[in-house]
């Protein structure tokens, strides 16, 4: 393949893609004086408490980035923390009931736009993606590990 311009690149198409969808949800979140962010910590902290040293990872957030989210999140009371009765060293992040609220008006706009493209993607093209994906994913744990070795 000759890569002579950006659209080239798979990870142009990649980026591109990412920014307009990022760009959408956070316009959707500022409607509800959220950020994509807190968006999708709304969306993964389970009923029964998520160690915050999980979110980061399942973010790819960096932990100040992260810990400035979560504070802002339980100032505006939509998280508390405890400490895990079994392991003393690990912190519990739970949602409130108003956090809970707000998971459900979150996850209405996340699937109400995955519904629309399920609706307009084809299933093998739809499956197609989610094996290119997957592969990308691997070859991208793989560069990681190389360098950080």
Same mark, same amino acid.
């Given at each position: 393949m000759n890569h002579t311009k950006a659209e080239d690149y798979i990870d142009f198409h990649l980026r591109h893609a990412w920014h307009k969808v990022s760009r959408m949800y956070n316009q959707k979140a500022k409607a509800h004086g959220?950020? *994509?962010? =807190?968006? #999708?910590?709304?969306? =993964? +902290? %389970?009923?029964?408490?998520?160690?915050? !040293? $999980?979110?980061?990872? /399942? *973010?790819? *957030? &960096?932990?100040?980035?992260?810990? @400035? !989210?979560?504070?802002?999140? &339980? !100032? @505006?009371?939509?998280?508390? /923390?405890? =400490?895990?009765? &079994? %392991?003393? /060293?690990? +912190?519990?992040? #739970?949602?409130? $009931? $108003?956090? +809970?609220?707000? @998971?459900k008006e979150v996850k209405k706009k996340v699937v109400d736009f995955n519904e629309k493209l399920s609706k307009s993607i084809p299933h093998k093209k739809l499956q197609a993606f989610f094996d290119v994906m997957e592969i990308l994913d691997e070859h991208a744990e793989d560069e990681l590990k190389s360098i950080i070795i």
């Open positions: 959220l950020t *994509m962010s =807190i968006g #999708f910590i709304l969306l =993964i +902290v %389970d009923k029964d408490g998520t160690p915050s !040293t $999980q979110l980061g990872p /399942r *973010m790819g *957030m &960096e932990p100040t980035s992260l810990s @400035r !989210t979560l504070k802002t999140m &339980e !100032t @505006r009371g939509y998280i508390y /923390r405890e =400490i895990d009765q &079994e %392991d003393k /060293r690990k +912190v519990l992040i #739970f949602l409130t $009931q $108003q956090g +809970v609220e707000l @998971r």
